[in-house]
Every structure is written in C-alpha cells, then in structure tokens.
C-alpha cells in the first residue's frame, strides 16, 4: 500500500468516525485501547466460558469494580455475552459473542505489529529520554 492510498484509507476511516452523531463507534474502538478490555475479550477468546470471580483471579491488577464496569460495557457493545444461571448463589458465566470474537482476530495484527517493534520502541524512548535530561 502507497502512502497516497494510506493517507486516503486513514481519512475516510476519521471521516466515518467523525460522522458518528451519537458516538457510537468511538465508545466502541475504546475497547481496542483499553487494557481491561482486550484482557478481557483475550482471557475468553483462549477460555471460552468463564464465571466474573475466575476473570478477576486471572486478571492481575483488576479491581472487582472495574472488572464489573468493564464486563457491563462489553455486554452492551455486543462483545460479551452473559449467562445469568438464576440460582442462589449467583451464578454468572461470560463468553465472547460473534463480534467479541471478530474484535481479537482483528486485535491480533496490531499485538503482531508492537511485538515485532518493542526494540525500536525502546530505542526510540531511550533517544528521546537523553534529549530531554538538562
């Protein structure tokens, strides 16, 4: 791909998300920026069902809070799907949906890509990191 058809691909990829009235697909490509997000949908996409408290336990550093919060955002986004089994005690189990699925096929490349160039990223840090010491 030349730069031209980049730069043409990048613009009507910003004019479509631009023309969101009601913010939609911004909330959603949140999801691809968010830590706990793509913990999420990765740590189901590899286990298929899993109830909130084994998430949690899997999930190094989450609080129950966010973990709650973040789960409800990707059920409503359609990434998520909720098994509420109606028993005492709760049981609640969670899967990725279709989209939830098509989200960390398409999540792969990107990971592929920051993989490949962590060295030039840390070059990169070290270089500007000198330049900044007075």
């Known amino acids: 791909m030349d730069n031209d058809e980049i730069i043409r691909r990048s613009q009507a990829a910003c004019e479509a998300l631009s023309a969101d009235e009601d913010g939609l697909k911004r909330q959603v490509l949140t999801h691809a920026g968010n830590r706990w997000s793509?913990?999420?949908?990765?740590l189901l996409g590899v286990n298929g069902r899993l109830r909130h408290a084994e998430i949690g336990r899997r999930m190094e550093g989450v609080t129950q809070r966010m973990l709650t919060r973040t789960l409800r955002q990707l059920e409503r986004d359609g990434?998520?799907?909720?098994?509420?089994f109606q028993e005492v005690p709760p049981?609640?189990?969670?899967?990725?949906?279709?989209?939830?699925?098509?989200?960390?096929?398409?999540?792969?490349?990107?990971?592929t890509w920051v993989v490949?160039?962590?060295?030039?990223f840390r070059r990169a840090r070290e270089r500007f990191d000198a330049e900044q010491v007075p």
């Open 79 to 84: 990434l998520v799907l909720r098994h509420d």
């Open 38 to 42: 793509l913990g999420i949908v990765h």
């Open 116 to 120: 490949e160039n962590a060295d030039g």
């Open 91 to 111: 049981k609640v189990e969670y899967q990725l949906s279709e989209l939830g699925k098509q989200l960390l096929v398409h999540m792969i490349p990107l990971w």
